[in-house]
Nanobody
Framework: VDLVESGGGLVQSGSSLRLSCAAS????????MAWYRQAPGQQREMVAT????????NYAASVKGRFTISRNSADNTIYLQMNSLKPSDTAVYYC???????????????????????WGQGTQVTVSS
């Protein structure tokens, strides 16, 4: 699975941005998709997640009510609408896809389900005060 993010940029506090992440490759195996971000000197943190059908979402407390994640399964793209941006939202934003392969037998009637994480290259979002 290849992921390509776009839509980042430099904006003023209170502005809006919309990030996009287009997935290609074995997209049929994708389950959960998500946005993460990493600010300088800090660990990467989850921003928002969305289920396969787009009916279940989850947000970090710091962005709840300001950011909205959505998914277009027809073209394997997810979006992050970011409103009321703050300087603390400044970070590189990464798209993540989780895939699940068919279970593999490991013997004794047991199975192992391979799961993989894929990451995009990231897109910079800078919010000035």
């Amino acid at each position: 699975v290849d992921l390509v993010e776009s839509g980042g940029g430099l904006v003023q506090s209170g502005s809006s941005l919309r990030l996009s992440c287009a997935a290609s490759g074995t997209t049929f195996a994708i389950d959960l998709m998500a946005w993460y971000r990493q600010a300088p000197g800090q660990q990467r943190e989850m921003v928002a997640t969305i289920s396969t059908g787009g009916d279940s979402t989850n947000y970090a407390a710091s962005v709840k009510g300001r950011f909205t994640i959505s998914r277009n399964s027809a073209d394997n793209t997810i979006y992050l609408q970011m409103n009321s941006l703050k300087p603390s939202d400044t970070a590189v934003y990464y798209c993540k896809a989780e895939t699940t392969d068919p279970p593999l037998p490991t013997g004794g009637g047991k199975f192992y389900t391979p799961r993989y994480d894929y990451w995009g290259q990231g897109t910079q979002v800078t919010v000035s005060s």
